[in-house]
């Protein structure tokens, strides 16, 4: 009898493990990409460990994870990612946590996403901070609902608190962005990232050396040269490329141009290391904003 008790005693155990990692409660959040990591521990504060599995200065579209990482994701309390096609390298895990049982938040498809013009979503949302200041609540929402432990006014306290330093960023964002002449207001990136800053800021996008929302396209020679004929006709001053990404194709397109056209780097997809200028997602924002708006004000 003894025997069988203790036998029923681990059966429970490993049952009760099991459950708490795959049907939420657990007490970590996993988030796939560094900015909504960021953005996630801001809401988290010390309630709960927060795990980020992209690095630094990395490419949202093919960082992969080791097997250790993919084990964190499937032991997750819950899942942040962005979702909108944006993380090609590791989306596979993400379904497959999902498909047993862990909780995940898809954040970008909770603020109302846009489209490019081929009618895919474009997941840059974070590039419109007042998007971000509604992920910032449903981030709270999903962590009280599924992370074990967490104090909830401690978790809405920190959630409001982020929120108003993102509010005062939007604010500072509108004023620089005002000070731009309405002619001036035109983008051309490595790919297309700025679509949700343009919609709240009032900019044009004139196009990208990459087509697509991704990095892992390719632009061909007819791409180039269509794309630097508009910028000619548009007379646009700097082409914006991303940190992360080697600006080669930047510069060929700056030469195809025939104009002086200066290229100016941007962080568009992935913060930095601690004192490279963008190690935190206000960081990011506030420099981005600084770089566009000496650029497109550069006479």
Not at 158 to 163: C, E, G, V
Request: charged share 20%; net charge negative.
């Amino acid at each position: 009898m003894r025997r069988r008790a203790l036998a029923l005693v681990a059966v429970a155990l490993l049952a009760a493990a099991g459950c708490s990692g795959s049907g939420g409660g657990g007490k970590s959040v996993v988030v796939t990409t560094n900015i909504l990591g960021d953005i996630t521990r801001a809401v988290v504060g010390d309630q709960a460990e927060v795990t980020v599995l992209m690095k630094p200065n990395a490419d949202p579209h093919s960082f992969g994870i080791s097997a250790q990482q993919a084990a964190q994701v499937e032991r997750a309390g819950l899942i942040v990612y962005n979702g909108l096609g944006l993380e090609e390298g590791m989306l596979r895990t993400v379904r497959t946590a999902e498909e047993s049982g862990v909780p995940a938040l898809p954040a970008g498809e909770r603020v109302n996403p846009i489209s490019y013009a081929d009618n895919k979503p474009d997941p840059h949302f974070w590039t419109d901070p007042a998007r971000v200041r509604d992920a910032v609540k449903t981030i709270a929402d999903e962590v009280v609902a599924h992370v074990g432990g967490v104090d909830e006014a401690v978790i809405r306290a920190n959630a409001d608190r982020y929120r108003g330093e993102i509010e005062a960023l939007d604010r500072m964002m509108t004023e620089k962005f005002g000070g731009i002449p309405r002619e001036r207001r035109k983008l051309v990136t490595n790919h297309h990232v700025f679509g949700y800053l343009a919609q709240r800021f009032g900019f044009e996008v004139v196009g990208a050396v990459i087509p697509g929302g991704t990095t892992l396209a390719s632009p061909s020679s007819s791409d180039l040269k269509s794309l630097a004929d508009t910028v000619r006709a548009a007379g646009v001053p700097v082409i914006f490329a991303d940190s992360s990404q080697p600006d080669r194709l930047a510069r060929v397109l700056a030469e195809q141009a025939g104009l002086h056209v200066q290229v100016a780097p941007l962080f568009s997809e992935s913060l930095s290391e601690p004192g490279q200028g963008a190690a935190t997602y206000l960081e990011m924002m506030r420099a981005n904003t600084e770089s566009i708006t000496t650029g497109l004000t550069r006479s």
